[in-house]
């Protein structure tokens, strides 16, 4: 990653230190377009768990959708890095549509560009980058948790041309919208995490079904289902990879899923430090604008550094992962590296948060305010895609299994 001049605006976003032009034309191009189409959404999403069916598309038409897929299969060919500017520039204007987005063209479309084999590409990329189907992926089942891959039940046994699959996956992202969902399932009990398999569904399959909707505090636009399997039948051409193969699909689609969360984070601090700067000149106490007091100044201070800190360590993670090898991550260097930088992302992003709400005072404690409904995605981002204890878990052990070594 070349390293660019910082803009010189008065923008508390501008500084794209670490960018060069074309990057930052990504950027830019993606936080116009989320400004204009996706933030005049956000207020009824999060109001009434609203899915606009047309956004997709409308991205998709704009070229942002199938960023990391080669133009063959009618993405754009670009890394990890300018994907993850992309769900930045969204995530600033409407975060429940930038988590849909991300769940759909890394976890989904992504996958099975890296895995999946000719006739799949050709057969599902191509509508899932102009945005004419929406994708999910099922990892995650009820009781499981953090140990998604040894307490997995779901099931997927071979009968002659096709699988059948028997089970449920809970808090799918896009679960109650996706057209097609890479799902992963046991084809070998005996194996544990080695007898894992990844397919892909389609929400016409006999015996696949939303079970049900869910409610959530946070990204209420962006939908998230728990899903059914019940004797659904999937053609064996649907197998991506071989059988028992699929924990290396999980371990290295984790590792650019964690990578791709920290510019989720980044952007809605991003526009959390905006509107507070905005509050802070403009809300008058005692005959002054709010800025003019030291406390609230502190608070702007640590919401800076904290945002600057955060971009740093969010773009050198996604330009390392951008080179992880297919069927490489859950090991080494890059999975410490995401851990860490996705850890100290969300972390950071519950920092900026609290200190915006606290200058917003009582109108950041108001549910419609978009403070407090940047407010309430945070937690998410210290769940997902492994616990921030989990992240604490895979950072020390992968420097005690390299005896302390700084693997920078």
């Known amino acids: 990653m070349s390293t660019g001049h910082a803009r010189s605006s008065g923008d508390s976003r501008a500084p794209n230190f670490g960018l060069d032009e074309e990057q930052r034309a990504i950027l830019d191009q993606a936080d116009r ?37 080669p133009e063959e299969y009618g993405g754009s060919g670009q890394d990890l890095l300018a994907a993850g500017l992309v769900l930045q520039g969204f995530a600033r204007w409407n975060h429940a549509m930038a988590l849909s987005w991300v769940a759909h063209d890394n976890l989904c479309a992504n996958n099975i560009y890296r895995n999946g084999n000719e ?8 509508d899932l980058c102009a945005g004419r189907t929406i994708g999910a992926l099922g990892l995650t089942e009820p009781g499981a948790g953090s140990d998604a891959l040894g307490s997995m039940r779901t099931t997927a046994r071979r009968d002659g041309d ?42 016409e399959f006999p015996g696949f079904k939303v079970a049900q909707k869910l409610t959530k505090m946070g990204y209420r636009g962006s939908q998230t289902a728990e899903l059914v399997f019940e004797d659904c039948r999937v053609p064996a051409e649907n197998l991506v990879g071989s059988e028992n193969s699929g924990v290396s699909i999980v371990m290295s689609g984790l590792d650019l899923e964690r990578a791709m969360i920290s510019p989720l984070c980044l952007g809605i601090s991003e526009r959390a430090l905006e509107l507070s700067i905005d509050y802070a000149q403009t809300r008058q106490q005692f005959g002054k604008p709010i800025g003019s007091f030291q406390m609230v100044q502190s608070m702007l201070a640590d919401m800076y550094v904290l945002v600057e800190t955060m971009r740093t360590f969010t773009y050198r993670t996604l330009a390392e992962a951008a080179s992880l090898e297919i069927g490489g991550g859950g090991r080494g260097d890059i999975h410490k590296l995401t851990a860490a930088s996705v850890m100290y992302a969300a972390e950071a992003c519950h920092a900026v948060l609290d200190k915006a709400v606290q200058i917003h005072g009582g109108s950041g404690y108001i549910w419609e305010s978009e403070i407090n409904r940047l407010f309430r995605s945070i937690k998410l981002l210290e769940i997902g895609a492994g616990t921030t204890e989990v992240r604490k878990m895979i950072i020390a052990g992968e420097l005690l299994k390299d005896g302390g070594r700084n693997g920078a």
Request: proline share 6%.
């Open 33 to 69: 377009f989320a400004r204009k189409e996706l933030y005049p959404l956000s207020e009824r999403m999060d109001r009434d768990e609203w899915w606009p069916e047309a956004a997709f598309p409308k991205i998709g038409d704009n070229g942002f959708f199938g960023v990391t897929i």
């Open 119 to 126: 006739q799949q590409r050709r057969k599902y990329l191509p």
């Open 162 to 203: 096709h699988y059948i699959l028997n089970g449920s996956k809970i808090y799918i992202t896009n679960g109650p919208v996706a057209d097609v969902l890479l799902v992963y399932t046991k084809t070998d009990r005996v194996k544990g995490a080695h007898g894992i398999s990844a397919f892909i569904i389609e929400k």
